[in-house]
């Protein structure tokens, strides 16, 4: 939703009836008659606020601490400062630490303050576009994330496993396919390209030497019976004649989900490690409000089912 109102924030009562005569035409207008009220409309409304203006001298807290607030917890506001020429040097220190986009000086005059508010709503606008492409941007990243995480880990796989590690990387994500794998979260504020590449690539190894402690600690594959008894006991399931009934999915697809720089652990990839243990025997379905996994059909695989994996679970 694009924000398009205005919140004017002033003790008196008079010059908030003023405002929102004079700037109704341009845009909804919201008031509010003090520094905590307007707190509490940001946090109803903020998601629908362009511009904010306040009061700088208010009984208790001052104008520039409700736009510090803004800075914080609604970065697309564009603030702004109204106040008399006396107090200018506050206004300055409030541009200076960087709470507000300009001031307004009072007393108003009519068509100056029109035009700083039309600009202040284009800013908001340009601010609006930019924070839409960078969602998009953060989201196809996201996507692609996984779906790299997703090819790194058959290199790990046929890197410690010389049999049917095709298989169990396809069991798994048909199991995180299953249970839904939520998006690999990346904080962008920390990560450039490069160096992202180079953290997901470390990963890999990482997760290549845990795969390997797992499968040296479980020996040679003694049946069907006991590696469900294995699993059970290290994922806190319930081993059935009909499969092992799971009711925590997170460790079926930590490898995919976690956010980009965490460290992984041996826990992250015991559900792979132990796929490529029964040689991908095993699938996951759904179970009555639980999951199940159970023996699986030794079927060929798709021939593109690696392409399609990575299509699906990149949503």
Known sequence: MKPEKILYVDDEAIALKYFERLVGPLAPVLTAISVEEGRAVLGTHGSEIAVL??????????????????????????????TAYSELGEAIDAINTGEIYRYIAKPWELESLRADLRNALELATLRHERDELMRDRMVA???????????????????????????????????????G???????????????????EAQRSVAIAAQLRRWLQRWGAFTGEGPAQDVLAQALGGEHRPDGVLLRQTKGLTELLSAPAGQ????????????????????????SAGAWRVAPAAADPLPVDWLADAMERLRG
């Open 181 to 199: 794998s939520r998006e690999a979260a990346i904080d962008w504020n920390q990560w450039d390209h490069a160096d992202l590449q180079q953290a």
């Open 53 to 82: 203006v306040c009061d700088q001298r208010m009984p208790g807290e001052r104008g520039n601490e409700l736009l510090r607030h803004a800075r914080q917890h609604y970065p697309h506001i564009v603030r702004m400062l109204t």
């Open 141 to 179: 990243q996201q996507g692609q994330l996984v779906a790299a995480r997703l090819g790194s880990l058959l290199v790990a796989c046929a890197g410690v496993s010389e049999t049917a590690y095709e298989r169990a990387l396809f069991r798994f994500a048909r199991a995180a396919q299953a249970v």
């Open 263 to 286: 460290v992984v652990t041996a826990e992250d990839c015991l559900w792979l490690a132990w796929q490529l243990w029964t040689e991908g025997r095993f699938s996951v379905a759904g």
